[in-house]
């Protein structure tokens, strides 16, 4: 069975570009999370969706960050502007929803704001 | 305020030797705990999982963990370690009713030979 893909797997772009994560779900999963990983702050939850709604975005950094989820079975989170704090490793994660519920992530997004 | 505590960043265990990393919560009540494993570029993958009854779970590659409610823990702990154990170990919490999680910083374990 596929799990959790992410793309692209690195990403290095400038100060004020735009950029687009992509994460396509296990298929049969409804949940979907994104979390951002630094060695400061470590793992944060930045968005929780449930049945393609956003359920919980008090994570969401600021008006830079938007996520969505346009189907069932993939997701976007988009930075625009981007800055150089925004450099971390952002890994989405989805599950059959409900606290009981294991979470199967990607292998995360590497992005470096030069 | 709710949090999750580990207290060690970096345990250093020499092969075969036994591994306990620690976990300490802080919640109103009990929650769901998870502990969770990460591989050098690689995204987490779920060790264990406990939600209620016998408090020791049993978990996938030799790790089983104990939950001790009167010192709010969730020790993970394996008999023997092996040099392909070397990886970042995270305790993450789900208050009952949520489903997102809240992770601890995470411990590093370096395996020597």
């Known amino acids: ?114 | 305020a709710q949090s999750v505590t580990q207290p060690d960043i970096h345990i250093t265990v020499s092969e075969g030797a036994s591994l306990e990393l620690r976990c300490n919560y802080s919640y109103g009540a009990t929650p769901y705990l998870f502990w969770y494993v990460q591989s050098p570029g690689q995204g987490l993958q779920l060790l264990l999982k406990y939600f209620s009854g016998d408090t020791l779970v049993q978990g996938i590659k030799g790790f089983e963990a104990e939950f001790k409610r009167s010192q709010s823990s969730f020790n993970l702990r394996k008999p023997s370690v092996h040099w392909s154990d070397a990886a970042e170990y995270f305790c993450a919490v789900s208050p009952k009713g949520y489903s997102t999680l809240t992770f601890g910083k995470g411990t590093m374990l370096l395996v020597s030979p």
């Open chain 1, 1 to 114: 069975d596929a799990g959790v893909i992410q793309s692209p797997r690195h990403e290095v772009t400038e100060m004020g570009q735009e950029v687009t994560l992509r994460c396509k779900l296990i298929s049969g999963h409804n949940s979907l999370f994104w979390y951002r990983q630094t060695m400061m702050r470590g793992l944060e939850l930045l968005i929780y969706f449930n049945n393609n709604v956003p359920i919980d975005d008090s994570g969401m950094p600021e008006d830079r960050f938007s996520a969505k989820m346009p189907n069932a079975s993939f997701s976007t989170l988009k930075i625009q502007p981007s800055e150089p704090r925004d450099s971390a490793v952002y890994f989405c994660a989805s599950s059959l929803g409900g606290p009981d519920q294991p979470q199967h992530f990607g292998d995360g997004t590497r992005l470096s704001i030069l």
